[in-house]
C-alpha cells in the first residue's frame, strides 16, 4: 500500500509555513476551507487545475479544508510544481544536492512574510542571489517547457507524456498578463474532483504506444510492459498496484485501453504528484473499462 503524503518543513521553513498558513486562515478556524484556499492559492499564479489535483492531494483523507499539515503538503506541492520537479516518496523529499526556491504567493511571499532563508545560509553561509518574481516565473516556464515534437517514438514513455500543466504549450497565461489575478467563482472553486481524469487527447498519444508493445494477439504482457513501466522512475511496487487495478478481470495481460490506464496513472504519479489510486480505479477510468465489461 502506499503510504500517506506527509511533509514537515525544514526548521528554516517552518516559521514561513506557519506565517502562510496564518495569511490564509482568513476566517481563524485553524482550517482552511476551499474559498479560502482559492483566494490564497491562486497567488501562486499556477493554473487552476493544477491547484485541485494539489487540493486533492492534500486533503487526505479528505475533510474538505486543510490543517496545518494539510496546508504544509500544499504548500510544498506548490513549492515543487513552482520549480518544475517533482516529490520523492511519501515525504515529498528532493534528491541530494537539489535546492529548490520557498513557494512563492505574489504579494505575500517576501512582501508581508519574510522569504526562508537557504538551509546553507541558516547555518552561517551566504544565501545566494533571488531571482525576482517575473525571472522566477520565466524560469518556472522554461523549466515546465515540453519535450521537444521531434523525440523519437522510440524513448518510448517519455514521449507520450503531456507537457505538464502550465508549460508555455498549455497556453496557460499568467493572470496578471490577462488582466487582473483569479478571482474565485462557481467554476473554480478547489472543489474535490477526480484528478486522475485522462483526456481524450491523453489517450490517444498513449495508445498510439500500444502496437509497438502488443503481441500479435493484440495483448501487451508482463515483460514488454515492465521494459516501458520501468523508464517512468514510479517504484516497482507502485507499477505493481497500477497493474492490478487494472488488470481486471485478471488475464495478466493489458488491451489497449488498460495500457492506456496505466500509462496515464504512472504520468499521475511521475508527473503530477498524485499518490497511486488505493482499492480500485478512480470513477473516470472505470467508465472507460465499463464498455469493455458490458461486452463480455
Same mark, same amino acid.
Given at each position: 500500500?502506499?503510504?500517506?503524503? +506527509? ?13 502562510? !498558513? ?18 490564497? !492559492? +491562486? ?8 491547484? *485541485? ?7 487526505? #483523507? ?7 499539515? *494539510? ?14 520537479? *517533482? ?16 513557494? !512563492?504567493?505574489?504579494?505575500? =511571499? ?7 532563508? &537557504? ?9 545566494? #542571489? ?15 517547457? %515540453?519535450?521537444? %515534437? ?7 514513455? =517519455? +514521449?507520450?507524456?503531456?507537457? #505538464? ?15 487582473? =489575478?483569479?478571482?474565485?467563482? &462557481? ?7 477526480? &484528478? ?13 504506444? !500500444?502496437?509497438?508493445?502488443?503481441? &500479435? ?52 504519479? +511521475? ?26
Amino acid at each position: 500500500m502506499t503510504s500517506p503524503i +506527509s511533509y514537515i518543513p525544514e526548521p528554516q521553513e517552518r516559521a514561513y509555513y506557519e506565517g502562510l !498558513f496564518q495569511a490564509a486562515d482568513v476566517k481563524r478556524t485553524n482550517n482552511i476551507g476551499g474559498g479560502e484556499a482559492v483566494q490564497f !492559492f +491562486s497567488r501562486s499564479k499556477l493554473p487552476m487545475e493544477v491547484l *485541485k489535483n494539489i487540493w486533492t492531494v492534500a486533503d487526505q #483523507p479528505s475533510t474538505s479544508s486543510l490543517d496545518r499539515q *494539510k496546508f504544509a503538503v500544499a504548500i510544498r506541492l506548490i513549492q515543487l510544481t513552482q520549480n518544475g520537479t *517533482k516529490g520523492q516518496g511519501a515525504n515529498l523529499a528532493t534528491a541530494p544536492g537539489v535546492t529548490l526556491r520557498p513557494a !512563492f504567493l505574489e504579494g505575500v =511571499s517576501g512582501v508581508t512574510i519574510p522569504l526562508p532563508q &537557504p538551509a546553507a545560509a541558516a547555518a552561517g553561509g551566504g544565501p545566494p #542571489p533571488a531571482a525576482p518574481p517575473q525571472q522566477q516565473q520565466q524560469q518556472q516556464q522554461q523549466q515546465q517547457a %515540453p519535450p521537444s %515534437p521531434n523525440a523519437s517514438i522510440r524513448s518510448g514513455l =517519455s +514521449s507520450a507524456i503531456p507537457p #505538464p500543466p502550465g508549460s508555455v504549450a498549455s497556453g496557460y497565461a499568467p493572470p496578471s498578463a490577462a488582466g487582473g =489575478s483569479v478571482a474565485p467563482g &462557481p467554476n473554480n472553486a478547489l472543489v474535490p474532483q477526480d &484528478p486522475y481524469s485522462m483526456t481524450p487527447q491523453e489517450q490517444g498519444r498513449y495508445e498510439a504506444l !500500444f502496437p509497438q508493445y502488443a503481441k &500479435p494477439d493484440g495483448f501487451v504482457y508482463g515483460k514488454e510492459a515492465v521494459e516501458l513501466f520501468m523508464k517512468s522512475g514510479v517504484d516497482a511496487q507502485a507499477l505493481r498496484e497500477i497493474w492490478n487495478l487494472t488488470d481486471r478481470p485478471v488475464d495478466n495481460r493489458l488491451d489497449k485501453v488498460e495500457f492506456a490506464i496505466c500509462m496515464h496513472l504512472i504520468v499521475c504519479i +511521475s508527473k503530477k504528484n498524485l499518490v497511486a489510486p488505493q482499492g480500485q480505479l478512480p470513477p473516470s477510468l472505470r467508465a472507460l473499462k465499463a464498455p469493455q465489461q458490458q461486452a463480455q
